[in-house]
Nanobody, 115 residues
């Protein structure tokens, strides 16, 4: 059964950094498009970054230059390095896999950035 487990969220001051991890199981993540999304209170879930099977990346304009998505194929894990965090980055961050059988989401990890 395909599963995603996020970790690494927490409370950080503005300007700080966090690294989120998304551990995949039940499938080989390097063969699929993997993405990070976030949802702030009262807002819709939005795309943050994606990485393709060929390691091409794409970012939301709001995080371009501050966030980096990467993958460690040996660990079957996708990461989101977040630098220069802003209070508006506060949200629950979700990992998503676009598999042939459908979409799989993780349970989410809370990121809170204080001003």
């Amino acid at each position: 059964q395909a599963q995603l487990v996020e970790s690494g969220g927490g409370l950080v001051q503005a300007g700080g950094s966090l690294r989120l991890s998304c551990a995949a199981s039940g499938f080989i993540s390097q063969f699929y498009v993997m993405g990070w999304y976030r949802q702030a209170p009262g807002k819709q879930r939005e795309l943050v970054a994606i990485i393709t099977s060929s390691a091409r990346t794409n970012y939301a304009d709001s995080v371009q230059g501050r966030f980096t998505i990467s993958r460690d194929n040996a660990k079957n894990t996708v990461y989101l390095q977040m630098n220069s965090l802003k209070p508006e980055d506060t949200a629950v961050y979700y990992c998503k896999a676009n598999l042939n059988i459908g979409v799989v989401w993780g349970q989410g990890t809370q990121v809170t950035v204080s001003s």
